[in-house]
């Protein structure tokens, strides 16, 4: 692996960890907000990482889809963010905040877009360098990275939090048991489907193994295609 893969990889673990860890500071914000401390009360309303900390989720999951699956992007998650449904004081409380973890990454690339496009026209030498950033976030092989503006580890930064957020975004709306989107799908199951839904969660798992990725894409990709628009554009 080339110093500069390697690079990449820990830039982009760590904006994972930043995006998971607004993600769950998010729902447990909302949560507390909507009438439910749960998560509040053990300390989850943060973004320190250490808190929102799974092994498995984000270090293992996410090396693996590096190093074995070859994605060119990692994407993971957090410790499970507790909810008492009984305590929030309205019908829908617990799915509204389920619902703001996904905005939440949704926001930090929306706000990233935002700051790339000043930075495009406020700093010399950006915009000719936008070309590169988008050709390293995907593991283009490149020549001729000396020659690069001060700015440049920023741009990059900004870009990889668009595509990490964007992607940990459709990931946690995917519909399955242990998602953000399976548990949104089962406010609207019938109970005997919602029992169903849950009671199969483990082999739901198994096929995400296989098939995970290519779910991801079909949100992802259209959703990349307008924030590269946008960037080009303006």
């Not at 503006?149 to 900004?158: A, K």
Request: proline share 7%.
């Amino acid at each position: 692996m080339q110093p500069l893969e390697l690079a990449l990889i820990v830039f982009e673990l760590v904006i994972m960890a930043l995006s998971i860890s607004a993600h769950d500071c998010a729902q447990a914000w909302m949560a507390n907000r909507l009438g439910d401390p749960t998560a509040r009360m053990v300390g989850r309303v943060t973004m320190n990482p250490a808190t929102h900390f799974d092994a498995f989720g984000m270090v293992i999951w996410p090396l693996v889809s590096i190093i074995i699956f070859h994605s060119p992007l990692p994407f993971g998650w957090g410790k499970p963010v507790p909810m008492t449904y009984r305590n929030f004081r309205k019908r829908n409380g617990e799915m509204v905040a389920i619902l703001a973890g996904p905005a939440a990454q949704l926001l930090a690339a929306v706000v990233a877009l935002v700051v790339l496009i000043a930075l495009k026209h406020a700093s010399a030498g950006a915009a000719q360098s936008l070309g590169i950033v988008e050709a390293l976030a995907f593991r283009v092989p490149l020549d001729g990275l000396s020659d690069l503006p001060t700015i440049f580890p920023l741009l990059l930064f900004l870009y990889l939090v668009i595509l990490v957020s964007l992607l940990l975004f459709c990931f946690n709306l995917i519909p399955m048991p242990f998602l953000d989107g399976g548990r949104i799908l089962s406010y609207f199951l019938p109970y005997n489907a919602q029992r169903a839904f849950e009671q199969y969660s483990f082999y739901f798992m198994i096929a995400f193994f296989f098939i995970g990725f290519r779910l991801i894409l079909i949100g992802f990709s259209p959703l990349l295609a307008i924030f590269d628009g946008l960037l080009n554009h303006f």
